[in-house]
């Protein structure tokens, strides 16, 4: 992620890069794109608190859904990562409301069949899960999207880039990260035991 | 009956613990934040049951992991508490030590590390 305070905005705007996440209470911008990845964007409507994730689940959900699910875990674990930062700030995902961006479909993506699908399935069980309010999704298509999100008021705004040569750089660096978490989808965290 | 309490904010965290030590014979017992669960504890021991180990959050609305841990000690010094988290900065691992912690598993886990650790913490 990268802060810039000298843009046409006026505001700082904080630029996620792929597998990053951002939350904020105050007025700023959160702006991200993506191509095969997801952006979600949550807002706290009680404390007025918001942020994005940028992330993929790398690969297919088994038929059992989410929970037993090893590579919904990373899913999972992305959210996780967003929603903590969120309550740090004073957040409670009971007043969450939730849009969704990207998982669009590219031809010869990562070799692997339906990333798209899979991830999108993976939001709507998620959410429905979480009992989170989604509020808007714009998801699929094979176009990239550039998203701003105003973590004050909880607003977004997507561009699609039908040029998909617009945002090179960016969709060189998503397609970094998404080799990087599909080479190594058995990511798991480490277990300490204290004596 | 011995019960085993998760303590996370997330439905989706918790009914993965749960599915993960299923075959483990306790009373799975939720609650999603820390406050919510010392009642809980307070509750179960109320009607003379056992609670063998909680598995605890750390970034949660009303009551932290951290803090849940300090007031769990001050009326149970004994019963494990096993933190579960994204959280694995070396200051938060060692606050949460010194609370009183006996494990801390970065999420995501696996079920098979889940089950190994928990097994361990009860004996
Ligand atoms: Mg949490």
């Known amino acids: 992620m990268i802060r810039s305070d000298n843009n046409r905005f006026g505001k700082p705007l904080y630029i996620l890069y792929p597998g990053d996440h951002h939350a904020a209470a105050d007025n700023s911008l959160i702006a991200t794109v993506v191509g095969s990845c997801v952006a979600v964007c949550l807002y706290d409507y009680r404390k007025m608190i918001g942020g994005v994730g940028h992330f993929i689940v790398p690969g297919s959900i088994g038929t059992e859904g989410i929970i037993a699910d090893e590579v919904a875990a990373q899913g999972i674990t992305s959210m996780e990562h967003l929603i903590g930062e969120i309550v740090k700030l004073g957040g409670d995902r009971k007043s969450f409301r939730a849009t969704l961006y990207g998982a669009g479909e590219f031809s010869g993506d990562h070799g692997l069949d339906n990333v798209a699908g899979s991830n999108i399935q993976f939001l709507h069980e998620y959410f429905k899960l979480e009992k989170i309010q989604v509020a808007r999704e714009d998801l699929g298509g094979n176009y990239r999207r550039k998203i701003f999100f105003c973590p004050r008021t909880g607003s977004s705004f997507r561009k699609i880039l039908m040029n998909n040569r617009d945002h090179s750089e960016f969709m060189r660096l998503e397609s970094e990260y998404i080799n990087g978490v599909f080479g190594n989808n058995e990511r798991f965290g480490k277990v300490l035991l204290f004596d | ?123």
């Open chain 2, 1 to 123: 009956m011995k019960h085993i309490m998760v303590i996370d904010d997330s439905p989706t965290i918790r009914t993965s613990v749960e599915f993960a030590l299923n075959g483990l014979g306790y009373a799975m017992d939720q609650a999603e934040n820390g406050s919510d669960a010392l009642e809980k504890v307070k509750s179960i021991k109320g009607k003379g049951e056992d609670v063998a180990l909680c598995i605890v959050d750390i970034n949660m609305p009303v009551m932290d992991g951290i803090t849940f841990i300090g007031e769990f000690r001050k009326v149970d010094r004994f019963t494990p508490v096993l933190v579960l988290t994204t959280e694995s900065e070396e200051g938060k691992i060692k606050a949460g030590k010194e609370a009183g912690a006996s494990g801390w598993i970065v999420k995501p886990f696996k079920n098979q590390d889940m089950m190994d650790i928990v097994q361990k913490l009860v004996k």
